[in-house]
């Protein structure tokens, strides 16, 4: 790290953002034009040599994939070390990273996370319902499962319950896995719609049965009502301890994005940072059942769509990263609120495909400019 006072900024801080996704291109450039215009240099690593974000990076490499916690923790510091990283921002494999925040530290590192509990609770849905409810945060009703029979009685029961069944790993696997049970037969108005996740009942029992003889692993499941829209997410900056510093609302509604003013919703993620003492960026996301808005989840980690906020004003990301380098924020503004955004595809020029290898600098190849992402101030609001 460069030479900096107490409470001060380096002059040029190396940034590290891990398991970098598509939306990570979104993310570099709102560091880089950050309001202190600090000078940052991002690095990128995914387990793809060909992920389209590293191409965004100034040096890359490949990360490993399926190790183990210890394995993965070990790279990590190792990156930290051949490269004097500054800061660590991971969007996955928390559960690895949080309980060697203390080695980052010695490294040179700050390792922008929460305390390794809080991870542990919130890397599982079912036992982040249970510390949710507890903590007076409304929860959908919710059970747990991994085998056939219990699949079909858990289904049975939320259907008798005037719901509509679906099912989600329990663990930390993103949208993955998610069905919508439904064992109506198809009618060609549902073959001429949009596809949608839909399983039966019964093809999924039988999926756990077969995989428990043949001796697989079966995870736990969750079978709980298909929530209703709107979905809400929450993307919130907080202080070591769960303080909230502010937090922007999102609704989703097709391509359309509502930035919104709700406090009944920031409030249960105001709860909820507070309980479990998270820090710096973390995601409450929420949805609605029986006409109140309940958790679906909450991620220890900054959202995938984080870049949205830009649209109020609020540069969340370095927020983050000034917070833990220097234990304040910065000067925020209110949030510009109550306005609609548009998610759109775009593109970016990475010349000519080459893949990451330890240690391969990007700089040279790829022009900065070529990164789209809406500026942090000044875009009108559709």
Partial sequence: MSPCGEGSLPLAIRIWLSSAGAATTQVIRMLRENPDAAEVHVYGTNISPLAPALAACDVSEVE???????????????????????????PRRLDALAPHAEAFAQAGTRLMCSPAAAVGVLTNKARTYEVARAAGVPVPPWLVVSDGDGLRSAAR???????????????EYSAFGFRILDDAPLHMKDLLAP????????????????????????????????????????????????????????????????????????????????????????????????????????????????????????????????????????????????????????????????PAIPGQTRADTVRPDAVTAPRPAGLPLA
């Fill in 64 to 90: 490993p994939h399926r190790v183990s916690n210890e394995a993965y923790a070990e790279f990590a510091l190792d990156f930290c070390r051949r490269h004097a990283i500054d800061v660590l921002i991971p």
């Fill in 195 to 354: 596809a949608r996740p839909l399983a039966s009942v019964g093809a999924v029992a039988d999926a756990l049965n077969r995989a428990a003889d043949r001796g697989e692993t079966v995870p736990e499941f969750i079978v709980m009502p298909y929530l209703d829209d709107p979905e809400v997410s929450v993307d919130c900056l907080s202080a070591p301890g769960g303080s909230m510093v502010t937090c922007i609302a999102r609704s989703k509604d097709g391509r359309y994005r509502h930035l919104l003013d709700d406090p009944a919703v920031t409030a249960i993620a105001r709860r909820l940072v507070g309980h479990f003492g998270l820090a710096y960026l973390s995601n409450v996301q929420l949805r609605q059942w029986r006409g109140r808005p309940v958790l679906l989840e909450a991620n220890p980690r900054a959202s995938g769509g984080i870049f949205q906020t830009a649209f109020t004003g609020v540069n969340l990301p370095w927020a983050a990263v000034r917070m833990l380098l220097t234990g304040h924020p910065g000067p925020l503004e209110p949030p510009r609120l109550g306005g609609r955004i548009a998610v759109t595809e775009t593109v970016m020029d990475v010349g000519a495909v080459q």
């Fill in 157 to 171: 029961e939320i259907t008798e319950g005037g719901g509509t069944a679906c099912i989600k790993p329990a663990g």
